[in-house]
């Protein structure tokens, strides 16, 4: 049995590109992609006592999990569902979307809720204009004569050039991309802590800050990398930034000892991530051209 969508679906979408869509899924549907996750599942289990394959099927549906029955089961509905969705409202979701189930009780349809999440769409203006004024601005050398002045250097340009970027092009970064950034930061610090031997509470005593203040910090933070990266991005495809296969290659041999190593990494997504990082490199470069 098929799900109408017109019929089964709720959809809604906030200021920020946040996209929510609600999926009530018939129970008899439910049902029938369960007995298929129950039949995928219950392949390689042996029962004690029965040759494999054998035993009868209440034994064998024993020994799996509820929640690994009910992940199976989803995992052969939600992706077709979200894909026809995507289609139906057009949506270009900028993350896999993240699936929580609101209601799933026996004999009951199930209520399903994916988010994702749609890039803003960004508008320069006249950002160029901008970093040509600020290129007759000079850093003051301290103790010295006020008339005497020096060239900022490049990474003191790349610096203003990002303040002015991030204070004059207004962007609405969707809530769901910086939770997942936040969420990877402190994934990643709990994960070097625990390598000190340390404990969250530990560490945030010695710092002098909270787990509340910490996460605030690195939701702004999140949020001013978004955003640049967006803007960059936007630069790269308006003025037509591009980067060579060669420069592709190039990091991925400095990256690696030998061929074998090279062969692992040389991926189309890896060479797909090293090039959206050289081009917003080239971006910066670009920028402090004018700047």
Known sequence: EEINLNNWQGFAKSEDGTVQISFTIPFSVIKKKKEE????????????????????KEKVTAQIPENTLLETTLQKLLPSLFADAVTQHKIKAATYPKFEVVKATENSDWQ???????LPDIKLDDYKQLLLRSKSTKIWVPGKDDKKQKEPSR???????????LETININVPKVLIEEEVNSRLSNLLARIEKLGLSLEGYLASIGKTSESLRQEYEKQ????IALTLILNKIVAE????????EIDKILHSSVKDEKDYQKLNTPEQRRLIEAMLSRRSALDYLTTLA
């Open 37 to 56: 996750a129950l039949e995928e599942l219950t392949k390689d289990i042996t029962v004690s006592g029965f040759r494999k394959g054998k035993a009868p």
């Open 112 to 118: 399903i809720r994916a988010t994702t999440c749609e």
């Open 155 to 165: 990474e003191e340009k790349e610096q203003e050039i990002i303040k002015i970027l």
């Open 222 to 225: 999140a949020r001013e990398t």
């Open 239 to 246: 003025e037509k930034l591009s980067v060579s296969q060669s």
